[in-house]
């Protein structure tokens, strides 16, 4: 696991490098101390406000569903889960570390290893189901801006296929053989996971609907704060901004974030946030607003979860062989 998460990490910061630096050419302000210094503190005071927000809905997510099936985690520690979660989702594909990480994170508390796997797998599911509630508000999105929704999809299937062919490369340098030999262990391995994916659910959903409920409406607020984070700071820019459709217009970016197969949706973010915020500043300010913004809203936070991810990690480790 740690050995593929520094794969990860490596990869994500490579990414990140060449998408600012492609950003700081082509759209960055001579005057950027200046342009820094005028910005509106109110709009960046609300911007940290809502990152705040943020973790402090995905740890009540956590702490709600954790509650009902018997497990309990002190706040302070959801809030350092939450952290992680995002380190994790940052450096993998699709956001996957960000679910599986808790399973790692919530078992250094203790508590049986099925009950932690029922409370990620419901965390998981109440924030996919923010991605359907809020589907036809994306595709009004994308309907009423016919040029963002093509420049939003050509930027999303380039990197996918490149991250597809560069991912085969990889495999073909490493092992030639036994390809189709894992993959066959993959499909029967999640048809299994799958079955008791659906299995927790619907047990979960028939004796804690309230609870399910509840984790459902934590994580609108929690993806809203997300939206709010980049609302604000763009207020910071241009005041003039109406925020009610800056919300709706990030809303096919966060979904190309998401479906994303770089990992943390990095490039994706970045490339992706030109067309979806040129409307409302000049060029010349479009590079700093989408590092500010990428920088506040995720690698923020998963640069310090990655410092309480190694944190967690050496002192099990010193535990581990202490034991020995």
């Known amino acids: 696991m740690v050995k593929r998460i520094l794969q990860g990490l490596l990869i994500t910061a490579f990414i990140i490098l060449l998408s600012f630096l492609y950003l700081a050419y082509h759209y960055f302000p001579k005057d950027?101390?200046?342009?820094?210094?005028?910005?509106?503190?109110?709009?960046?005071?609300?911007?940290?406000?809502?990152?705040?927000?943020?973790?402090?809905?995905?740890?009540?997510?956590?702490?709600?569903?954790?509650?009902?099936?018997?497990?309990?985690?002190?706040?302070?520690?959801?809030y350092l889960v939450s952290l992680v979660n995002t380190f994790g989702a940052t450096v993998t594909p699709a956001h996957l570390g960000g679910e599986f990480l808790p399973l790692y994170t919530l078992t250094r508390k203790g508590g049986e290893v099925y009950k932690i796997a029922t409370v990620v797998t419901l965390k998981g599911l109440s924030g996919l189901l923010f991605y359907l509630l809020f589907l036809p508000f994306t595709l009004k999105a994308l309907f009423s801006s016919p040029k963002l929704a093509k420049e939003l999809l050509a930027i999303?299937?380039?990197?996918?296929?490149?991250?597809?062919?560069?991912?085969?490369?990889?495999?073909?340098?490493?092992?030639?053989?036994?390809?189709?030999?894992?993959?066959?262990?993959?499909?029967?391995?999640?048809?299994r996971s799958f079955k008791r994916y659906m299995?927790?659910?619907?047990?979960?959903?028939?004796?804690?609907?309230?609870?399910?409920?509840?984790?459902?409406?934590?994580?609108?607020?929690?993806?809203?704060?997300?939206?709010?984070?980049?609302?604000?700071?763009?207020?910071?820019?241009?005041?003039?901004?109406?925020?009610?459709?800056?919300?709706?217009?990030?809303?096919p970016l966060l979904y190309a974030i998401f479906i994303s197969p770089t990992p943390g949706g990095s490039?994706?973010?970045?490339?992706?946030?030109?067309?979806?915020?040129?409307?409302?500043?000049?060029?010349?300010?479009?590079?700093?607003?989408?590092?500010?913004?990428?920088?506040l809203s995720q690698y923020l936070s998963a640069f310090i979860g990655g410092i309480i991810f190694l944190v967690f990690l050496s002192r099990d480790v010193a535990k581990y062989n202490q034991r020995r």
């Not at 005071?45 to 002190?74: E, K, W």
């Not at 973010?269 to 920088?295: C, H, K, M, N, T």
């Open 32 to 78: 950027v101390w200046e342009v820094l210094l005028a910005l509106d503190r109110k709009s960046l005071f609300l911007a940290f406000l809502f990152l705040l927000l943020f973790h402090t809905f995905d740890m009540l997510r956590v702490i709600v569903i954790a509650r009902s099936i018997g497990l309990y985690y002190p706040i302070h520690y959801g």
């Open 267 to 295: 490039g994706v973010g970045e490339f992706g946030a030109i067309p979806v915020f040129s409307q409302y500043l000049p060029e010349e300010y479009l590079g700093l607003f989408i590092i500010l913004w990428r920088g």
């Open 199 to 251: 299995a927790t659910c619907r047990r979960f959903y028939r004796e804690h609907k309230v609870v399910f409920l509840l984790s459902v409406l934590l994580s609108i607020a929690l993806y809203l704060s997300f939206l709010a984070i980049g609302a604000s700071l763009l207020k910071a820019f241009n005041p003039s901004v109406s925020i009610v459709e800056v919300f709706i217009h990030q809303l």
């Open 156 to 191: 999303v299937l380039a990197i996918f296929f490149l991250s597809l062919i560069l991912y085969f490369a990889y495999l073909f340098l490493k092992e030639r053989r036994g390809i189709v030999k894992r993959e066959k262990e993959f499909i029967s391995s999640f048809k």
